[in-house]
């Protein structure tokens, strides 16, 4: 076994063996997602201004819908940057006086911070349901909440289990921290 310390994946100290290519594949699409993310920070940085969304938010849900690849698609046919259906692209660009499709790059963000925005005002400024919303759809978490009694108790009944969206929610905060370290330290 090698005992490798890759705070890049985990931040931890951790046991591979025969892992190694692995991890460093692994670290290799971390970092070239993470640099593109940075490298978008001055856009991302005027899309969640004019949305009044953290940016560094707004660069981990970047990264974690698309690691920052203009042209990701997803099977489902969300698309861009922050990964919106169709359907909900064109609400948002109907709102914000938007042309199109297509869209640019940047009305991508403009549009996945202002939907985010909005799924966070929709819980009175609860980031964590803002973005389950974004994730899953807002009605179906109020569903969710009700079923469970209240949005306290979903998010508990959430928790300890893995590849949950309460997993979405704690990637992205992760992200921000991370984009927001290495913003001030340049």
């Given at each position: 076994?090698?005992?490798?310390?890759h705070s890049?994946?985990?931040?931890?100290?951790?046991?591979?063996?025969?892992?190694?290519?692995?991890?460093?594949?692994?670290?290799?699409?971390?970092?070239?997602?993470f640099q593109?993310?940075?490298?978008?920070?001055?856009?991302?940085?005027v899309a969640?201004?004019?949305?009044?969304?953290?940016?560094?938010?707004?660069?981990?849900?970047?990264?974690?819908?698309?690691?920052?690849?203009?042209?990701?698609?997803?099977?489902?046919?969300?698309?861009?940057?922050?990964?919106?259906?169709?359907?909900?692209?064109?609400?948002?660009?109907?709102?914000?006086?938007?042309?199109?499709?297509?869209?640019?790059?940047?009305?991508?963000?403009?549009?996945?911070?202002?939907?985010?925005?909005?799924?966070?005002?929709?819980?009175?400024?609860?980031?964590?349901?803002?973005?389950?919303?974004?994730?899953?759809?807002?009605?179906?978490?109020?569903?969710?909440?009700?079923?469970?009694?209240?949005?306290?108790?979903?998010?508990?009944?959430?928790?300890?289990?893995?590849?949950?969206?309460?997993?979405?929610?704690?990637?992205?905060?992760?992200?921000?921290?991370?984009?927001?370290?290495?913003?001030?330290?340049?």
């Amino acid at each position: 076994m090698i005992l490798i310390k890759h705070s890049f994946i985990s931040g931890r100290s951790f046991l591979i063996g025969g892992l190694v290519i692995g991890v460093l594949a692994a670290s290799f699409f971390w970092r070239a997602g993470f640099q593109r993310v940075v490298d978008l920070l001055p856009q991302i940085k005027v899309a969640a201004t004019e949305s009044g969304v953290n940016p560094y938010l707004l660069a981990g849900l970047v990264y974690a819908e698309s690691r920052g690849q203009v042209d990701a698609l997803s099977s489902v046919e969300a698309g861009g940057y922050c990964q919106l259906l169709p359907s909900t692209a064109a609400e948002v660009a109907g709102k914000m006086k938007i042309s199109g499709p297509p869209y640019s790059p940047d009305d991508n963000l403009r549009m996945g911070s202002f939907y985010l925005a909005q799924m966070i005002r929709r819980w009175d400024g609860s980031v964590a349901l803002g973005l389950l919303s974004y994730r899953l759809g807002a009605a179906r978490v109020s569903r969710n909440i009700k079923k469970a009694g209240s949005a306290d108790l979903y998010i508990d009944s959430m928790r300890g289990q893995s590849k949950t969206p309460l997993s979405y929610v704690e990637q992205i905060l992760d992200y921000q921290q991370r984009f927001a370290d290495h913003d001030q330290a340049q």
